[in-house]
């Protein structure tokens, strides 16, 4: 069934399964992944999902990678095609990269669902790559030369794409403006990153990440060693330490560099396949996608996108908040994560369970595969039937997905 009302886009659905879910760590920015380009780091998710299912890549019918910006190196715009490619899918096998920013790593899930249901494809490969500290400078209107004596300035295509140009606003302010319009204070944002952070700390401490994680080798002076745990989080700060920090953008505002999204780098894969793929090749599901949702909100207020989202696709497979046993919301800010909170009515002890964005960091497109793959094991481990993953996305839209445990 798909609905279209009011902006939303919707969809439930059976015979779409997930049958791996890779990742590897997240990177801090300008740590020991920004010299892995987004199809090295997209390469090691796929090659281990793969592992994962028991499937050779010839088994692969297509492959789609979410990412926002494919120019931070030269072969960027190849990556998803070079990913299948130097995994072994065969040539004749199709590639696709899509942009939906923020939710891309949950949209080429998406998309992996909307080619089997069309009958395109039967298993596909779809994730999310980012590598945010290798986003170039920029040197603008210089092709066809500059004027005499002129200095062309140098323009950071990570700092220009944090701001909504359509709006002329960043994106923590949209994230300011929800928490003037939701009361939301600076100790309650300051908290919240806490909650974030210690939670990390205690999955990390479980190996509630065991199961999803790709390592990455990384050649050092002592030779090579393998990256196994994400580098951003901070389990050990303190509240003390986080309210010393000032506002960024701001006067007197909520948005801290500790209480918003990290910076970083990283990639994950999941296998989608059809149930008559699952039949065919001895797959065992971990997950079934019941439903999706794309919604668009004010670009203003750009991180409330989740609310439409999670509600459409509640409505459209005849559930409740009630009846969903983990909640996971991408954590862009803290402030933009609690409006969304209080908005919903979301139960804090079946949210963000193992930490989110402020504590991992926020690769753009590789956190919906992130969340995805997170949520379903921890879905698994709690014996939890229903799942929701869902991330606001700059421009003023909200993804969400549901997801059953197998």
Not at 256 to 261: F, G, V
Request: hydrophobic share 40%; proline share 5%; with cysteine.
């Amino acid at each position: 069934v798909s609905t279209q009302s009011t902006g939303n886009l919707s969809s439930t659905m059976a015979g779409v399964f997930i049958v791996a879910a890779k990742r590897t760590p997240f990177g801090k920015f300008g740590g020991s992944l920004k010299n892995k380009s987004i199809t090295d780091l997209s390469e090691i998710a796929l090659k281990a999902a793969l592992a994962q299912a028991g499937l050779g890549p010839e088994n692969i019918s297509s492959t789609v990678v979410g990412n926002v910006c494919p120019v931070t190196s030269k072969e960027g715009i190849y990556s998803a095609r070079h990913t299948a490619l130097r995994c072994g899918v065969p040539q004749e096998k199709p590639a696709l990269m899509i942009n939906r920013l923020c939710g891309s790593g949950f949209q080429s899930v998406v998309t992996a669902a909307q080619e089997i249901k069309l009958g395109e494809s039967e298993v596909v490969a779809a994730g999310g790559a980012e590598n945010m500290s290798q986003y170039p400078y920029v040197l603008r209107d210089a092709r066809f030369g500059v004027p005499f004596g002129s200095t062309p300035p140098l323009e950071d295509s990570l700092w220009a794409g944090l701001e909504d140009q359509h709006i002329k606003m960043p994106m923590a302010i949209t994230a300011e403006n929800l928490a003037v319009e939701h009361s939301i204070s600076r100790e309650e944002c300051d908290a919240y990153a806490l909650q974030s952070q210690q939670r990390w700390g205690a999955a990390q401490a479980n190996g509630r990440f065991t199961e999803e994680m790709a390592g990455v080798p990384i050649k050092t002076r002592k030779g090579v060693v393998e990256l196994a745990t994400d580098e951003h989080p901070r389990p050990d700060v303190t509240a003390a330490q986080l309210a010393k920090l000032p506002p960024v953008f701001k006067k007197n505002g909520v948005v801290t560099a500790a209480n918003a999204s990290g910076i970083c780098d990283g990639a994950g894969v999941l296998i989608v396949a059809s149930e008559a793929a699952c039949s065919a090749h001895n797959l065992k599901p971990i997950a079934r996608l019941a439903g999706y949702s794309v919604a668009g909100v004010c670009p203003t207020v750009m991180g409330r996108g989740p609310v439409p989202a999670i509600q459409m696709l509640l409505q459209n497979a005849n559930l409740t908040l009630d009846d969903i046993g983990l909640v996971d919301v991408n954590e862009a800010f803290a402030a933009q994560f609690l409006a969304v909170s209080k908005e919903l009515g979301l139960d804090n002890e079946k949210t963000n369970v193992n930490g989110g964005a402020i504590a991992l960091g926020h690769p753009l497109a590789a956190s919906g595969s992130r969340i995805t793959a997170n949520l379903i094991y921890e879905m698994q481990h709690r014996g939890v039937q229903w799942g929701i993953g869902s991330a606001c996305i700059g421009g003023g839209q909200g993804i969400a997905l549901l997801l059953e445990k197998c």
